[in-house]
T-cell receptor
Framework: DAMVIQNPRYQVTQFGKPVTLSCSQT?????MYWYQQKSSQAPKLLFH???????NEADTPDNFQSRRPNTSFCFLDIRSPGLGDAAMYLC????????????FGPGTRLTVT | SQQGEEDPQALSIQEGENATMNCSYK?????LQWYRQNSGRGLVHLIL?????REKHSGRLRVTLDTSKKSSSLLITASRAADTASYFC?????????????FGTGTKLQVIP
């Protein structure tokens, strides 16, 4: 089945130790998004790619970066995780930004110790 | 700040009853979407309503949109225990060159068997 896959589902990292979360999709969608969601809050958009065009949200910390080497894969890099970065990280895809629904992966729960 | 504010924040009903959730937003939109999120999982798209539509149905779901009041409601009829989840509205402003869907604060629904 076509889907959005996130690995790992659970990630534990140490304070300040770089971590990479991955997302892959078999939907061949143009757009891939990364959201951060803290407990009982709405998903907050960090950035998105429209094909290879990277779009960063103004309030996304510099600590967060992303790579999209091809249509199928997108990575979220957290260079120096702090305790405040512990959250669920959600990857989503869509065909056209804003005009169609987004398809979400199951998320990666990041714990920072 | 969040584009969408939802109320109630939490709702608890008996199985078989109807559940109504409301979403209010601040600026003009191109479309509004509703998503469901089961605990610890990604979001699942439920329904999209465009700014020129007033009502839309999908199975047991009914969505209304009042652009003059900048509000939308989601009605789930004949609720089931499996409907227990958080529900988010998401708005797309549709501005040229502005490509971002913003999620509301969410309503946590509990359906008691």
């Amino acid at each position: 089945d076509a889907m959005v896959i996130q690995n790992p589902r659970y990630q534990v990292t140490q304070f300040g130790k770089p971590v990479t979360l991955s997302c892959s999709q078999t939907l061949n969608h143009n757009v891939m998004y990364w959201y951060q969601q803290k407990s009982s809050q709405a998903p907050k958009l960090l950035f998105h790619y429209y094909d290879k065009d990277f779009n960063n949200e103004a309030d996304t910390p510099d600590n967060f970066q992303s790579r999209r080497p091809n249509t199928s894969f997108c990575f979220l890099d957290i260079r120096s995780p702090g305790l405040g970065d512990a959250a669920m990280y959600l990857c989503a895809t869509s065909r056209v930004v804003g005009d169609y629904e987004q398809y979400f992966g199951p998320g990666t729960r990041l714990t920072v110790t | 700040s969040q584009q969408g504010e939802e109320d109630p924040q939490a709702l608890s009903i008996q199985e078989g009853e109807n559940a109504t959730m409301n979403c209010s937003y601040k600026t003009s939109i191109n479309n509004l979407q509703w998503y469901r999120q089961n605990s610890g999982r990604g979001l699942v798209h439920l329904i999209l309503i465009r700014s020129n539509e007033r009502e839309k149905h999908s199975g047991r779901l009914r969505v209304t949109l009042d652009t003059s009041k900048k509000s939308s409601s989601l009605l789930i009829t004949a609720s089931r225990a499996a409907d227990t989840a958080s529900y988010f509205c998401a708005t797309d402003p549709g501005h040229r060159g502005y490509q971002k869907v913003t999620f509301g604060t969410g309503t946590k629904l509990q359906v008691i068997p």
